[in-house]
Structures are given as C-alpha cells and as structure tokens.
C-alpha cells in the first residue's frame, strides 16, 4: 500500500466510531490490514502514524512457521546429555546451541543431546516458552510426556501439570502433534492450544493477547515490569496518557518500547545491567 492510500484509510480508521467486535473478527480485521500495509519491504524507521495505525487494530506481526508433516518417533529417546534445571522462583533464560530461546519456568527441567544442532530434540519436565530458529532441514522436536510436537521454526508453550497433563500453546507459525501410541496428528495455528491428558486430545482456542483499552500509560509500564522484570520510567507528564492497544504476551520487550517512542515522541534508554527503561 502506498503512503497516500495508508493515509486515507488512517484517517477513515481515526475518525470512525469504534463498534464491538468478536475475537474472530479482530483477527481477520488484522490479517487484511497487514496484508495490505506490509506488502512491501519497509524502511527501518517509519513515521509515528504507521505504528499508531497498527496499534489501533492489533499490535503484533505474527511469523509464518512451518510443521514437519512426518511421525515422529517418541519411544526410547534419550537425551540426558545436557541437563538444565531451573531450581530458582524466577524465569531462567537459556539459548541453545541452534540458537533457539528458551524461557523456563521455576521448577523446571529440560534435557537435550550434545549433537542438538543436527539432531534438535529436547524434553522437558514442567513447563518452557520456547523461540525456536528456523531451521528446514533439521525439524525442532519437545518431548513432554506422551506428546510430542515438531517445528521448523516458531514459537509456543508447552506445560505439564502435577497430573501429568501437557497443554502447548502456539502464538506463531504452525507445530505439529503427535501422541505416544497414537496414529493421528493435530495441526495447531497461532491461537490455538493442544491438551492431553488421561487418553484424551482436545484442540481449543486461548487468547494470545492482552488489551490495553483506553489505559493510563503507567498501566502499561506496570505490566512490562511485571512480565518483563524492567522497571519503567516515564516523564511526569505521560504517567497519565491514555494508550488502547492490543499486544501479544509474547511480544519482544523492545517491539514494544519503541512503539511506545513512536507514540509518544520520546526517546528511551534499555539499562541491562539496572534491568530498568527510562523514557524522556
């Protein structure tokens, strides 16, 4: 789309009275949007209007992944080669030889082969939010349990409860799964979560967002030190801006702040070492 056409349907957008709209609705309100706007390869930076505008329907750009559309082979894998386990009450952040992130839970456990590059398989006991690095050729498996599920490249959690029931939930691209003994397979897309537990599969949808709906600035800085651990610093004067967005809970932190510095015409500062923002 070109800029005289965004700016057309922006102001359409900006002026039109907002009406309630389900969860389907929203999503496919994006899709056409994003299809139409980010057809083109953009520039890095992008006048403020351009974030605002996709702000004001939905706040993320979500991957197309790939499934690996083979069965796998769940029985008598073993891959205690390399073992982490996060014994501590706060996330543990981990990258793996390919690359991948992995966010693991308090109480959590994860064990992967020494030749992981070339033969990604990784098992977990409790639960993970796993980024994992594209990669064609050699398909990323997580062994939960009975359940195993397959990607080249996306992003999703997979959780086990003390009653041995696995839930993975997918926010981008496409995963496959497969069950121990079990010769269907369920393909999940973005929104969607897999359950099994006691013999049974369920595929249901989740909801991958949170909305902001006419909200105090400082209530979105709440939520990032929350969910992020980065304490935010906002000038006096935007503590009590209103901001209505929709973003997804798995939204890279810094995607976030610098849409909140488009917005609001302010530069910020990332301090790793103080795990703090500063806005000004």
Known sequence: MDKENFDEEFEKLWKETPASHSESEKEAS??????????????????????????????????????????????NVVLAENVIENTTQKIKYVVLPDDSKVELSPNSKITYGN?????RKIEIIGQAYFKVTKDKKHPFQVFCNETTTTVLGTSFIVKESDKKEVTVEL???????????????????????????NETAAVTEFSRFIDFDNEKLSVLSTYIEENYGYKVILPKENLDQKITIRINKKEVLKTIVQLISEMYNLN???????????FQ
């Open 115 to 119: 030749n992981f590059a070339l033969n």
């Open 268 to 278: 910020f500062e990332i301090n790793e070492d103080l795990k703090q923002i500063t």
């Open 171 to 197: 926010y981008e691209g496409s995963v496959q799964m497969n069950v121990k003994g079990n010769d269907q397979k369920w393909i999940l897309k973005p929104g969607e979560k897999f359950t099994y537990g």
């Open 30 to 75: 994006w899709e056409k949007f994003h299809s139409k706007t980010f057809a083109v390869k953009k520039k890095k930076t992008a006048p403020w209007r351009y974030y605002a505008a996709a702000a004001v329907l939905l706040f993320v750009l979500i991957g197309t992944g790939f499934y690996f559309n083979t069965k796998p082979q769940l029985e």
